[in-house]
């Protein structure tokens, strides 16, 4: 089994910090990307920041500049800070991982249970 559990949620004024993390454990070969979604109130998901495991960040216009994705290879962990926050980033974020269980099996994408983000103005 594959596990990624979210941490780092919680209510902020708007202007403030968050940082979230995530860590996949469990049967684990190796793992391409991770990343952050996020779905408010009444929205479909939407993509956050990816993050392969070598190469650049990718990050949604309306987080760029303000929201820094990383991860730490050893850990099987990816990070989130998330600065100057807007009431419109008000969410509950995902955290997910494309990755190989074995040597021999394809990629599949992993979901973590969710985190909410709650900025108030």
């Known amino acids: 089994q594959v596990r990624l559990v979210e941490s780092g949620g919680g209510l902020v004024q708007a202007g403030g910090s968050l940082r979230l993390s995530c860590l996949a454990s469990?049967?684990?070969?190796?793992?391409?990307?991770m990343g952050w979604y996020r779905r408010a109130p009444g929205r479909q998901r939407e993509l956050v920041a990816t993050?392969?495991?070598?190469?650049?960040?990718n990050y949604a216009d309306s987080v760029s500049g303000r929201f820094a994705i990383s991860r730490d290879n050893a850990k099987n962990t990816v990070y989130l800070q998330m600065n100057s926050l807007k009431p419109e980033d008000t969410a509950v974020y995902f955290c997910?991982?494309?990755?190989?269980?074995?040597?021999?099996?394809?990629?599949?994408?992993?979901w973590g249970q969710g985190t909410q983000v709650t900025v108030s103005s």
């Open positions: 469990g049967s684990i070969f190796s793992i391409n990307s």
């Open positions: 993050i392969p495991s070598g190469g650049n960040a």
């Open positions: 997910n991982a494309l990755l190989k269980r074995n040597a021999w099996t394809d990629l599949s994408a992993y």
